[in-house]
């Protein structure tokens, strides 16, 4: 079945301790992205991939990063997380720019 | 910043009647899209547009672009109380990579 997973789904941890939201696609696509999600401001996006190894800014950038070793696997990064970095994030992955196929989320607690 | 802006925030209809939303963004564009998320799980990739079409249909679901006001819409017909969600428009820009979404209309459908 085609799909992007993410994990976890749920998380809720401390300010300052580090933590990596996996997402993994099976649709060989080339352009993978995360956003975030927040009451009243939408989608906004934080890192995207065109391909292996290239990686660029979105939206929302600071206090995340990225890596794209490998085409399937495109990893969500938080450093040193903040209670500003509270929501709800979201892997997509697409052969383009065209239909992008969403995770099924993750909803991310900082306290 | 969030380069697409749907209009309204919310709508509320009956079952049957046809539903409008709306959607403005700021700069060119390569296409646009049209997504809806159920209650905070994933977005679903529902119809594409690109810039050099005027209008689009997929079952009960018609689409226009008017690149000159840099508007679209999403007519949804015959809607069900099914159709109840967010729908969101985002844009592929046409002088990078990034994909922005707007922050969505809530559409309820009453039975």
């Known amino acids: 079945e085609a799909q992007v997973t993410q994990n976890p789904r749920y998380l809720i941890t401390v300010t300052g301790k580090k933590l990596t939201v996996t997402c993994s696609q099976n649709m060989n696509h080339e352009y993978m992205s995360w956003y975030r ?5 939408g989608l906004r996006q934080i890192y995207y991939s065109m391909n292996v190894e290239v990686t660029d800014k979105g939206d929302v950038p ?3 990063k990225v890596s ?3 085409k399937r696997n495109f990893p969500l990064i938080l450093e040193s997380p903040s209670p500003n ?7 997509a992955s ?6 992008q196929f969403f995770g099924p989320g993750t909803r991310l607690t900082v306290l | 910043s969030q380069q697409g802006e749907e209009d309204p925030q ?11 939303m709306n959607c403005s963004y700021k700069t060119s564009i390569n296409n646009l899209q049209w997504y809806r ?3 905070g799980r994933g977005l679903v990739h529902l119809i594409l547009i690109r810039s050099n079409e005027r209008e689009k249909h997929s079952g009960r679901l018609r689409v226009t672009l008017d690149t000159s006001k840099k508007s679209s819409s999403l007519l949804i017909t015959a809607s069900r109380a099914a159709d109840t969600a967010s729908y969101f428009c985002a844009t592929a820009l046409y002088n990078n990579n990034d994909m922005r979404f707007g922050a969505g209309t809530r559409l309820t459908v009453k039975p």
Request: glycine content about 10%.
């Open chain 1, 37 to 41: 999600q927040d009451p009243g401001l």
């Open chain 1, 62 to 64: 600071e206090g995340y």
């Open chain 1, 68 to 70: 794209r070793k490998e």
């Open chain 1, 85 to 91: 970095q509270t929501s709800l994030y979201f892997c």
């Open chain 1, 94 to 99: 697409s052969p383009g720019r065209d239909e």
């Open chain 2, 10 to 20: 919310a709508l509320s209809i009956q079952e049957g009647e046809n539903a409008t």
């Open chain 2, 37 to 39: 998320q159920n209650s």
